[in-house]
DNA sequence: CAGGTTTTGTACCGAGCGGTAGGATGAGCG
DNA sequence: CGCTCATCCTACCGCTCGGTACAAAACCTG
C-alpha cells in the first residue's frame, strides 16, 4: 500500500469530468473554478495530480482519444472499404449525439481557435483529427474494392471532413436523425459513385465482381 | 459636417480587423488588449463606438456574413442544383483557404464552444450557419433537377455539412488542393447518386430530359 | 501511540481580464 | 479668438483568471 494520505478521487473519473467541461466550454472558456467544481476536487489537489491547466487538458483529451475515438476506429474493421466507411460516419454520428455527453466532439469543441499563449492546444486536437484521418486512409489503401485509381488520401478526407462537419452540426443542435440523413445522401452517394463491380447499388457492400 | 471632433477611424475597416482576431483566436480567447491593437484604436473608443465586447463580435459578424458569406450564396444563383452546389463548395473551399484572411470560416472558429456567460456568441455563430444552411435547401427546393422525391433538407444538410468540416480542416492547414480533391469526390458521387436525367454522369450539369 | 508522508482545505498571490472616469485634443462656428 | 461638442488618451476600477503557501487531516510504519 503507497504511503501517505490516501487520494479521495479516482484519476480517471475525474479527468472525464474534465473532458466534459472542456468540451461543453472549449479550453479557453473552461475556467479552473468550474474544472474543479465539475472534478469534486479543490485546486491543490488538481495541480498536485497534474501540473497545469494545459497538462490537465492533453491528459483528458489523451483518454478521450483512447476511448471514445478508439469506438470510432473500430470501425475500420469491417471486411470492405464501403461498410468501414459507412460504419465510421454512423457509429460517429450516433456517437455525436448521445446523451451521455455534450454534443460534437472533443476534438472540434476543445478548441479550433484559442488564445496565443493556448495554441498548443488547437495543435493538439488538430493531430489528434489528423491521427484519425489516417487510420482511415491507411484502412482505405488496404481495401480490394474500391476503383481502380481512386485517390484514397482525398477519400479519407471527405470521409472525415463528413464526420466534422457533422459534429459541428451536432454541437448546434441536430439530432441523430438529421446526421443520419446526411450520412444516408453520402453513402447513397458514395455507392453509385464507385465501379459497380465495387459497391453495390442498394447500399450493401458486395464482393469484388 | 458632423459637430464635434471628428472620428479618426473607419468603423468598417475596424470591425474587419476586429473580425480577424476573433477568426483567429475566437471569441473567449480575444482580449480587449488584441482587439484594440489590431483595430488601432483604444478601449474608450471603441466602448463608446460598439457599446461592448459582444456587441462588436455580433457587429464584427454581421459584416462577415454580410460580405464574405453572401459571396458564398450567390453560387445559389446557378442555374441547376448540381451547379449551385459544386459552386457553393467550390467557392466556399477557396474562401476558407485565401491568404487574405485567416484560414477557415469565422462562423466556425469564432466559437463552436465558449464560456457559460458567453453561450450567446455560439448561438450567433450558430443561426448564422443555419441561415446560410436554409438558403441552400430553399435553393434545392426551387430545383427541377433533382430526382423525385429526393430529400432537400438532408441534401442541403449534406453541403453545409461538408463545407464546415472543410473549414475545420482549413482551420488545422489543409490546403486549397486538399480541399478541393474533396470536393471532386463528393461531386462525382452526387452526380452518379442522382438519376440520370438529372445530373450528367462527368459532372457537367444537363438540362433535365 | 509517535513519526513520517502524502493529500486535503482555506486563504491567498500577481497578472490580466472586460469596462470606465475625466481631462486633454481637435474639429466647426460665431 | 473663445465656445461647444464629440472623440482621444492616460490611468484606473473591481473582478476573475491560473496558480500556490501552509497547516490541518488521514493514512502507513515502527
Redesign the pocket.
Known amino acids: ?9 479516482d484519476e480517471e473519473a475525474v479527468l472525464d469530468r474534465a473532458a466534459e467541461v472542456f468540451w461543453r466550454h472549449g479550453y ?1 472558456g ?6 474543479t467544481r465539475a472534478m469534486g ?9 497534474f501540473g ?3 497538462e490537465l487538458f492533453r491528459r483528458a483529451f489523451a483518454r478521450y482519444h483512447e476511448t471514445k475515438v478508439a469506438n470510432a476506429r473500430a470501425a475500420l474493421d469491417q471486411p470492405t472499404a464501403y461498410a468501414a466507411i459507412e460504419v465510421f460516419l454512423r457509429s460517429s454520428a450516433d456517437a455525436l449525439t448521445t446523451g451521455d455527453h455534450p454534443p460534437g466532439c472533443l476534438s472540434i469543441q476543445g478548441g479550433l481557435a484559442c ?1 496565443p499563449e493556448n495554441a498548443h492546444v488547437a495543435e493538439v486536437l488538430a493531430t489528434g483529427r489528423a491521427d484519425t484521418e489516417a487510420a482511415l486512409e491507411e484502412r482505405l489503401s488496404r481495401a480490394d474494392d474500391l476503383p481502380d485509381g481512386m485517390d484514397v488520401r482525398a477519400l479519407a478526407r471527405f470521409v472525415m471532413t463528413l464526420s466534422e462537419g457533422h459534429a459541428v452540426h451536432a454541437a448546434a443542435g441536430a439530432s441523430r436523425d438529421d446526421l443520419q440523413a446526411s450520412v444516408d445522401i453520402a453513402m447513397r452517394a458514395l455507392a453509385h459513385s464507385a465501379s459497380r463491380r465495387s459497391f453495390s447499388s442498394d447500399g450493401e457492400p458486395v464482393a469484388a465482381e
Chains 1, 2 share one sequence.
Open positions: 500500500m503507497s504511503i501517505g494520505r490516501p487520494r479521495a478521487f479557453d473552461a475556467s479552473l473554478s468550474e474544472l476536487i479543490n485546486r491543490p489537489s488538481l495541480y498536485a495530480t497545469s491547466k494545459e488564445s
